[in-house]
Protein backbone atom coordinates (compact mmCIF):
# COMPACT_ATOMS: atom_id res chain seq x y z
CA UNK A 1 0.00 0.00 0.00
CA UNK A 2 1.49 3.10 -1.56
CA UNK A 3 1.75 6.68 0.78
CA UNK A 4 -0.46 8.39 -2.07
CA UNK A 5 -4.03 7.67 -2.71
CA UNK A 6 -4.71 7.76 -6.38
CA UNK A 7 -7.66 9.95 -7.58
CA UNK A 8 -10.51 8.05 -9.30
CA UNK A 9 -11.17 8.15 -13.23
CA UNK A 10 -12.78 11.84 -14.17
CA UNK A 11 -16.96 10.06 -14.67
CA UNK A 12 -18.18 9.73 -18.01
CA UNK A 13 -20.93 12.45 -17.44
CA UNK A 14 -18.27 15.01 -16.63
CA UNK A 15 -15.79 14.29 -19.24
CA UNK A 16 -15.95 17.24 -21.19
CA UNK A 17 -15.53 17.08 -25.31
CA UNK A 18 -11.99 16.31 -25.70
CA UNK A 19 -10.19 16.64 -29.24
CA UNK A 20 -8.82 13.57 -30.96
CA UNK A 21 -5.79 14.66 -29.74
CA UNK A 22 -6.46 15.43 -26.51
CA UNK A 23 -5.75 13.84 -23.04
CA UNK A 24 -7.17 14.56 -19.44
CA UNK A 25 -3.82 15.71 -17.06
CA UNK A 26 -5.94 16.34 -13.98
CA UNK A 27 -9.58 17.33 -12.99
CA UNK A 28 -11.43 18.43 -9.86
CA UNK A 29 -14.61 18.44 -8.43
CA UNK A 30 -16.33 22.26 -7.48
CA UNK A 31 -17.81 23.00 -4.67
CA UNK A 32 -19.43 26.06 -5.68
CA UNK A 33 -22.98 25.38 -3.55
CA UNK A 34 -24.73 24.12 -6.16
CA UNK A 35 -22.66 20.72 -6.11
CA UNK A 36 -21.96 20.27 -9.57
CA UNK A 37 -19.36 20.56 -12.48
CA UNK A 38 -15.51 20.04 -12.76
CA UNK A 39 -12.38 21.49 -14.00
CA UNK A 40 -10.41 19.63 -16.46
CA UNK A 41 -6.92 20.26 -16.88
CA UNK A 42 -5.43 18.56 -20.31
CA UNK A 43 -2.88 19.13 -22.34
CA UNK A 44 -4.80 21.50 -24.36
CA UNK A 45 -6.19 23.29 -22.15
CA UNK A 46 -8.44 24.11 -19.03
CA UNK A 47 -12.46 23.07 -19.35
CA UNK A 48 -14.73 24.88 -16.95
CA UNK A 49 -17.66 24.39 -15.68
CA UNK A 50 -20.49 26.17 -17.12
CA UNK A 51 -18.73 26.65 -20.46
CA UNK A 52 -18.85 24.29 -24.10
CA UNK A 53 -15.54 24.92 -24.86
CA UNK A 54 -11.91 24.81 -23.77
CA UNK A 55 -9.91 27.61 -22.42
CA UNK A 56 -6.89 27.11 -24.44
CA UNK A 57 -3.69 27.83 -21.93
CA UNK A 58 -1.97 30.55 -23.64
CA UNK A 59 -5.77 32.22 -22.99
CA UNK A 60 -5.58 32.02 -19.20
CA UNK A 61 -3.72 35.83 -18.86
CA UNK A 62 -3.86 34.90 -14.77
CA UNK A 63 -4.44 31.78 -12.69
CA UNK A 64 -4.05 31.63 -8.70
CA UNK A 65 -4.67 28.82 -6.11
CA UNK A 66 -5.05 29.83 -2.72
CA UNK A 67 -5.24 26.73 -1.70
CA UNK A 68 -9.02 26.04 -1.61
CA UNK A 69 -9.76 27.83 -4.75
CA UNK A 70 -8.66 28.03 -8.31
CA UNK A 71 -8.90 31.72 -9.95
CA UNK A 72 -9.14 32.10 -13.52
CA UNK A 73 -9.12 35.52 -15.44
CA UNK A 74 -9.16 34.38 -19.24
CA UNK A 75 -8.21 37.04 -21.82
CA UNK A 76 -11.12 38.75 -24.09
CA UNK A 77 -9.33 39.69 -27.94
CA UNK A 78 -10.46 43.09 -27.87
CA UNK A 79 -8.84 43.76 -31.57
CA UNK A 80 -6.24 42.10 -33.98
CA UNK A 81 -3.06 44.26 -35.26
CA UNK A 82 -0.61 43.15 -37.52
CA UNK A 83 1.10 40.49 -35.85
CA UNK A 84 -0.39 40.66 -32.31
CA UNK A 85 -4.05 40.34 -30.80
CA UNK A 86 -5.22 43.55 -28.08
CA UNK A 87 -6.72 41.89 -25.04
CA UNK A 88 -8.15 42.62 -21.79
CA UNK A 89 -9.10 40.49 -18.87
CA UNK A 90 -12.74 38.82 -18.81
CA UNK A 91 -14.04 38.70 -15.09
CA UNK A 92 -11.84 36.21 -13.19
CA UNK A 93 -13.63 33.07 -12.40
CA UNK A 94 -13.16 31.33 -8.61
CA UNK A 95 -13.83 27.71 -8.44
CA UNK A 96 -13.72 25.79 -4.68
CA UNK A 97 -12.09 22.61 -5.64
CA UNK A 98 -12.89 20.08 -3.27
CA UNK A 99 -10.37 17.61 -3.63
CA UNK A 100 -7.51 19.48 -5.79
CA UNK A 101 -5.19 17.14 -6.46
CA UNK A 102 -3.08 17.61 -9.13
CA UNK A 103 -4.90 20.39 -11.02
CA UNK A 104 -3.82 23.27 -9.07
CA UNK A 105 -0.19 22.10 -10.12
CA UNK A 106 -0.96 21.08 -13.56
CA UNK A 107 -2.41 24.60 -14.28
CA UNK A 108 0.69 26.96 -13.32
CA UNK A 109 2.56 24.46 -14.97
CA UNK A 110 0.61 24.36 -18.60
CA UNK A 111 0.09 28.42 -18.10
CA UNK A 112 3.58 29.10 -17.03
CA UNK A 113 5.00 27.17 -19.69
CA UNK A 114 2.95 28.67 -22.45
CA UNK A 115 4.84 31.99 -21.60
CA UNK A 116 7.84 32.88 -23.94
CA UNK A 117 8.37 36.42 -24.13
CA UNK A 118 6.60 39.08 -21.32
CA UNK A 119 7.64 42.33 -20.91
CA UNK A 120 6.34 45.56 -19.82
CA UNK A 121 6.47 48.81 -21.56
CA UNK A 122 5.34 52.22 -21.23
CA UNK A 123 3.41 53.65 -24.27
CA UNK A 124 1.78 57.22 -24.53
CA UNK A 125 -1.00 57.67 -21.71
CA UNK A 126 -0.09 54.11 -20.18
CA UNK A 127 1.50 51.16 -20.20
CA UNK A 128 0.77 47.53 -21.37
CA UNK A 129 2.28 44.65 -21.24
CA UNK A 130 3.86 42.12 -24.45
CA UNK A 131 3.52 38.78 -24.35
CA UNK A 132 4.35 36.16 -26.64
CA UNK A 133 2.61 32.69 -25.93
CA UNK A 134 2.64 29.12 -27.20
CA UNK A 135 -0.30 27.93 -28.55
CA UNK A 136 -1.06 24.50 -28.87
CA UNK A 137 -1.17 23.21 -32.94
CA UNK A 138 0.08 26.58 -33.85
CA UNK A 139 3.39 26.76 -35.19
CA UNK A 140 5.38 29.63 -33.46
CA UNK A 141 4.49 32.10 -30.91
CA UNK A 142 1.03 34.14 -30.74
CA UNK A 143 1.70 37.64 -29.41
CA UNK A 144 -0.66 39.84 -27.41
CA UNK A 145 -0.90 43.45 -26.10
CA UNK A 146 -2.55 43.59 -22.80
CA UNK A 147 -2.86 47.39 -22.08
CA UNK A 148 -3.06 48.77 -18.26
CA UNK A 149 -6.49 50.00 -17.08
CA UNK A 150 -6.53 53.72 -17.72
CA UNK A 151 -4.37 53.21 -21.06
CA UNK A 152 -6.23 54.25 -24.50
CA UNK A 153 -7.10 51.43 -26.32
CA UNK A 154 -7.39 53.69 -29.65
CA UNK A 155 -5.00 55.96 -29.78
CA UNK A 156 -2.63 56.36 -32.62
CA UNK A 157 0.19 57.38 -30.78
CA UNK A 158 -0.06 54.30 -28.49
CA UNK A 159 -1.01 51.58 -30.92
CA UNK A 160 2.32 53.13 -33.44
CA UNK A 161 4.12 52.68 -30.16
CA UNK A 162 2.96 49.28 -29.34
CA UNK A 163 3.37 48.28 -32.98
CA UNK A 164 6.97 49.07 -32.65
CA UNK A 165 7.13 47.47 -29.07
CA UNK A 166 6.27 44.03 -30.67
CA UNK A 167 8.06 44.58 -34.08
CA UNK A 168 11.22 44.91 -31.53
CA UNK A 169 10.25 41.83 -29.26
CA UNK A 170 9.22 39.55 -32.34
CA UNK A 171 12.92 40.42 -33.90
CA UNK A 172 14.88 40.08 -30.35
CA UNK A 173 13.07 36.52 -30.46
CA UNK A 174 12.79 35.46 -33.58
CA UNK A 175 15.28 32.46 -34.10
CA UNK A 176 18.63 33.69 -35.94
CA UNK A 177 18.81 30.95 -38.93
CA UNK A 178 15.48 31.06 -40.01
Known sequence: MGLFRRKPKLPPADRPPLAADERVLAWAAVGNGEGDGV????????????????LGWHDVLKAV????ELTV???????ERDGYLVVADCPAETYLLLDPGELPHQVRERVTRSVAYTRHHPVPGGAGRI?????P??????WTVRFDPGTPTDDPEALAETDRLVAEARAATAPADV
Do not use: F, K, Q, Y
Open 39 to 54: VVASNLGLWLPGRAHR
Open 65 to 68: WSGR
Open 73 to 79: TPAERLA
Open 131 to 135: AARRA
Open 137 to 142: GVDGLT
